[in-house]
Every structure is written in C-alpha cells, then in structure tokens.
C-alpha cells in the first residue's frame, strides 16, 4: 500500500489498522538536541483518544505512546524516531456482521475495489484511530516549533450540526468536551448530541486550526505552496471534506478593497489570506478551517450491497463517534504541524544564508 508516508525532510510514515495489534509511526529529520519525552506526546493523544467523554466512542483506549528510537539520554539524535501505541480494547466480533457487506459512504468498496481484499475489522486501516499516530509524530514538530520559534499551534470546533459559535475565547477549549471556545453554546451543544444520539444519528462539525509566530518566508512555489499543503494535509484526516484558508469561501461575496490585506509599517490592516500570500507564510496568523462529514457507520439501516453486488440492507454495530469532529481538534493542530516543520527544514535548507533588508510587517492591527 503506497501513500502512507507525509513531509520531505521532515517525514512520517504510519502503519497498523484498528484491530491490529498496534499503531506505529517512524518519524525521519528532526533535528538532533531536541528535549523529548513520552510525556511531550501524551498530552495530545490524552485530548485525542476516545472514550473521553458521552459524546464520543466508549471504545476504551489508554493510546499510550512509548518512544523506541531515535532519543538517547533525553535527546533527539537526528536517527528516525520510532513510536508505537499497543490496541487494547478491540472488539472484533462487532464487524462479524459486515465482513461480507458494504458499509454506505464508507471505504468498505473503494477498498475492495483496489485491492480485491479488505480489513473488515473496523475499517481496518481507513479507520480514524491511524490518526492517533498522526498526534504523536505532531507532537514532535509542535515542540520543535515552539521551541525554535515560540509557534503556537491550537484549533477549536466553530461548528457542531447546526449550531454555530459567537465567539472565541481560547481559555474556554480545554473546559468541555467539544473544543469549543464559546461557553454559551455548549449547553446547547449537549442537548443536541443527548437528542442525536437518542436517534441513533451522527452530524458533521467545522474545525478551526491557527497557527500563530509563524515566521514570514515558509512555503515553497508552484506545486509545494504552503497552502497548498496545508490543505493536502488536512484532507488527508478521515472524514474531512472541504478546507478553508483564511477568508475560504467567503471571499467569494467580497470585493477586492475588502479582501486584500493592506499593510501599514505598523502591521497588516486584516488577514483573509490566513497568513499565506502566493503560497508563502507572511508571518501573520496561519488560519485553516475543515469541515467533517457526519460518521459513516450507523446502527440505523441503510441500502447497500454485498460482496456479490446483491441488495442489501447494513446497520453497523460496535462504537463509533456520533460526531467525529469532537475529536479531530488535536488531529488537525498535528497535521499542520507537521506541514510547517517540513518547510521549515525546505526552508533552511536553501535559504539559510538569506539575509532580507526589508523589515517584517507585525502581525494584524
């Protein structure tokens, strides 16, 4: 199976499926000297792993990353880094059922169809849980970033079904459930996911990733741009169907006067762009929005066909998120991690010795 490795000089290749024995990643070109622990990591996959809380799966997993190379006496040695999170709590007798079915707007028949055979057991490697391995490699390039350039990676859930925030307060998202950062929504957020599990429903949700001290000058024109990246690696997480960057969509309804972002020499007068100008970071707010389906596999039937192209009816058992953007916040902080410590290698790689004499505008009025 090929596509199972991101990133140029700072990469990461992941392998295992849901009901394997574990999920492992090599992460290859961090930097040596770097100060990394197994703590350092767990404390994404802890915000992650399911289990959390009513409005996810109840599927009971510790996701304890244990690092197996690539750090010596507390140190980052510049050798692959190897990582590994053991499965505990499979329950593989739950997809009995569908062994021989097709789940609707599932990867069930796109599989079949490429490789003639398929991990029926919770969807095998297509499931969401090969995003556990994804956090703990991010892990790795938020705290170099941090600690090279004091970059703040956080994101928020701006969106649940329906129900759309007013405001941002960033202290809010660690409090609830949701990773939401206005705290007069989330009751509401609760009544509905109560309601929605009671039909035996899912909804989809928006995501919001930022990106903050990012340094101007990252990105690499035509094809590698950072945005173009950026969104390659967030459409790369399960479930996700659209990326925004910036203003996205919106600047559809906008005039020319309005999206462009004037710079003053005391700082950008807006950032519509989401801190990407021709595909290079301007060292503004790198800000991208995701949109999630609603999850796949349901109890409730639905029309489909068997392995033998018959008609058919399929209701999913075993335990999956009603929403699957609860848990996609720290997914996506990771993958844009991920992004820009690879252009940060491209970047000094070529350009270290470039010394530019006009000033860095500030960020945002």
Known sequence: MSGNTFGKLFSVTTFGESHGLALGCIVDGCPPGLELSEEDLQRDLDRRKPGTSRYTTQRKEADQVKILSGVFEGKTTGTPIGLVIENTDQRSKDYSNIKDTFRPAHADYTYMQKYGTRDYRGGGRSSARETAMRVAAGGIAKKFLKTRFGIEIKGYLSQLGPIKIDKVDWDEVGNNPFFCPDVDKVPEMETYMKALNKEGNSVGAKIVVVASNVPPGLG??????????????????????????????DSVAQKGTE???????????????????GGISTGQDIVAS????????????????????????????????????IRATPIAEAMMALVLMDH??????????????TPVIPRSV
Do not use: W, Y
């Open 259 to 277: 999206h462009r972002d004037e710079m003053t020499p005391e700082g950008f007068l807006s950032n519509h762009a989401g801190g990407i100008l």
């Open 290 to 325: 995701l949109a999630l389906k609603p999850t796949s596999s349901l109890h409730l039937a639905g029309k489909s066909i068997d392995i033998n192209g018959n008609p058919i009816e399929v209701s999913t058992h075993g335990r999956h998120d009603p929403c699957v953007g």
């Open 220 to 249: 690499e024109p035509i094809f590698d741009r950072l945005d173009a990246e950026l969104a390659h690696a967030l459409m790369s997480i399960n479930a996700v169907k659209g990326i925004e960057i910036g203003a996205g969509f």
């Open 344 to 357: 940060f290698m491209r970047n000094r790689g070529q350009n270290a010795d470039v010394h530019c004499a």
